[in-house]
């Protein structure tokens, strides 16, 4: 590699670690806490601050002067966000709960007031259950819709009117969603299939809303208290690595 070519790429390098210095909390930032964050020299930072405003990565205003992210990286973000499918990015998570179970895995989305499945790991297990992709139920029935609706802020207006129609008793439904989003994971046995168990943690998009669930299902002669609460320690963590996936902080 040619000298000026490898100055090219610690430029692009440099340039990068100044986007990253953004975060949620702080995305506008002064040229002094840029160099707090990005080990450079002044003029440096300046010079690059410059070809990032004059692209449209940064801007700045204010005096004195303060950046922060510009539209281009919104239009990547874009591109980006649009670009992913849920249930291509969730495969590899969805096996390593599928390894750490051997129960059937399965991906939900909300769609209204019923949740989709979009990807389904069948059990290897000669008893098991499963549903299919394509399937569709009521959010309000079972662990891996509740899931979903205990971490999208659901007003009990709003359950009253997912529970027409069914024997569910709205007020003790939103206690349940409390408990389920302090808990991190929901749980419901014999609520579509009787016999069956479910397991249900949410995932989160880049706007940090309830994306859909990530889900286990077994028999109630395998599934006890004690593989509940082992199998949702582990759809918590790998919901959480799927939400990262998504762009989720």
Request: glycine letters at 8%; proline letters at 4%.
């Amino acid at each position: 590699m040619s000298t000026s070519s490898g100055d090219g790429v610690r430029a692009v390098e440099r340039a990068l670690d100044i986007l990253k210095a953004f975060s949620v909390n702080e995305h506008e930032l002064s040229a002094a806490q840029l160099l707090e964050r990005v080990p450079l020299s002044r003029p440096t930072l300046y010079r690059l601050l410059q070809t990032l405003v004059h692209s449209g990565f940064v801007v700045s205003s204010g005096d004195p002067q303060r950046f922060r992210l510009g539209p281009a990286v919104g239009q990547l973000t874009h591109v980006w966000s649009s670009g992913l499918n849920i249930s291509s990015v969730g495969q590899a998570i969805m096996q390593r709960v599928w390894e750490a179970t051997q129960e059937t895995v399965a991906l939900f989305v909300p769609q209204g007031n019923m949740r989709l499945c979009v990807a389904e790991l069948p059990s290897p297990q000669a008893l098991s259950f499963k549903r299919g992709v394509g399937y569709q139920e009521r959010i309000v029935l079972g662990a891996s819709g509740q899931v979903i609706l205990a971490h999208a802020n659901t007003s009990i207006e709003a359950i009253e009117r997912y529970a027409e129609g069914l024997n569910l008793d709205p007020m003790r439904l939103a206690q349940e969603l409390r408990q389920i989003r302090k808990r991190g994971y929901a749980t419901s046995k014999n609520a579509l299939i009787e016999g069956a168990v479910a397991i249900a943690s949410p995932f989160f998009n880049s706007h940090g809303q309830v994306a859909g669930s990530i889900a286990v299902f077994g028999p109630g002669a395998r599934l006890k208290e004690d593989k509940v609460r082992q199998f949702g320690a582990v759809l918590v963590k790998e919901a959480a690595a799927l939400s990262q996936a998504l762009g989720h902080t």
